[in-house]
């Protein structure tokens, strides 16, 4: 709910900006070295190729996904809340010679601002800005076209716990516990799988491939 009243005020179609231009810059050459190519190429064989699929990026940041699944034949949907990622994901674009959609806004608002579905949607290291694990779950199930595929890569609540404030503890053990969730807390490990299964589905994988980290792979019935 908090985050939702948050989301009335602060608005990207009015200029605001969660992300720093610094930051942005900083951030997006960091990822863009690091891009995973051999997990696009896995993604790509699980779905039976990207030619031609319709790709969303869901929270796509600096593009360097976004690029990464242009540049293997998908039609991709950059869809992010920061006009600094914005233009570094144009940039890149244009650099690989690449066509992708950009869409600015929420996350949570995606379903409603892109009014269609796609055969893979993918979220990666950002499912905490949902405004609630329950619901964002929901947009991504809901963005899946019938027959498609999720792929959701999340930090989950043992992350840097240790360096946590009190007051952010705090904040981690309320979403744990109760899932209410007051800005931007990550998710206890398991939760998104827990929650995907409340829904028709064909096919899940789950892999921990660091005790902070979830990966799931889901096909929607």
Same mark, same amino acid.
């Given at each position: 709910m908090i985050n939702r009243l948050f989301a009335l005020f602060y608005r990207p179609e009015k200029g605001w900006d969660p992300i720093p231009v610094e930051y942005a810059q900083r951030y997006a050459e960091h990822e863009w070295q690091k891009v995973d190519e051999p997990l696009v190429d896995r993604i790509a064989e699980w779905i039976g190729g990207l030619e031609g699929k319709q790709v969303l990026d869901l929270?796509?940041?600096?593009?360097?996904?976004?690029?990464?699944?242009?540049?293997?034949?998908?039609?991709?949907?950059w869809y #992010?809340? *920061?006009?600094?990622?914005?233009?570094?994901?144009?940039?890149?674009?244009?650099q690989w010679n690449v066509d992708i959609e950009f869409v600015l806004g929420y996350m949570d608002e995606a379903p409603k601002i892109l009014n269609r579905q796609f055969d893979l949607v993918f979220n990666r290291i950002c499912f905490c800005y949902g405004w609630? #694990?329950? *619901?964002?779950?929901d947009t991504i199930y809901r963005l899946i076209r019938s027959g498609g595929y999720a792929y959701i890569i999340a930090n989950n609540s043992s992350f840097r716990r240790t360096e946590l404030s009190m007051m952010r503890r705090l904040v981690v053990f309320l979403n744990d516990k109760t899932g209410?969730?007051?800005?931007?807390?990550?998710?206890?490990?398991g939760r998104i799988p827990a929650l995907l299964l409340r829904y028709p589905i064909k096919q899940m994988w789950i892999e921990y491939p660091q005790p902070d980290l979830d990966h799931i792979f889901v096909q929607k019935a």
């Open positions: 929270g796509a940041g600096g593009g360097q996904y976004a690029v990464a699944f242009a540049k293997r034949g998908a039609r991709v949907t #992010d809340i *920061s006009r600094n990622y914005l233009r570094i994901a144009q940039q890149k674009a244009s609630n #694990d329950a *619901s964002f779950t209410f969730k007051i800005g931007h807390p990550h998710p206890p490990r």
